[in-house]
Nanobody, 126 residues
């Protein structure tokens, strides 16, 4: 089955950039849409961006438009989240996720995602 591992989190100053990586293993990544989600302290988990199997992206959040981009490298089984112009409100644990195999090409949702990584912490602070 699909396994996902996030990396790249850390401490960054407001206005800075960070790139998160999501490494997939277990099955081919080609047939899966992958979503990035985040959960801030005391808040519910929310979707950030999704990338479909063709490489097109769909934002879950208006606040990341123009700042965050998502990309994938199927050969390397990697999905990336490039985050620019970060602000303290972006502080959260970031997760990548995918839907169940029978709907793998659909962008995952918080409630419906079957596969989750363990997350990577992003802290935006001066």
């Amino acid at each position: 089955q699909l396994q996902l591992v996030e990396s790249g989190g850390g401490l960054v100053q407001p206005g800075g950039s960070l790139r998160l990586s999501c490494a997939a293993s277990g099955v081919t990544l080609t047939n899966y849409a992958i979503g990035w989600f985040r959960q801030a302290p005391g808040k519910e988990r929310e979707g950030v961006l999704c990338i479909n199997i063709s490489g097109g992206s769909t934002p879950y959040l208006d606040s990341v438009k123009g700042r965050f981009t998502i990309s994938r490298d199927n050969a390397k089984k990697m999905v990336y989240l490039q985050m620019n112009i970060l602000n303290p409100e972006d502080t959260a644990v970031y997760y990548c996720a995918a839907s169940a195999p029978y709907i793998s090409t659909s962008c995952p949702t918080v409630r419906g995602a079957r596969y989750w990584g363990k997350g990577t912490l992003v802290t935006v602070s001066s």
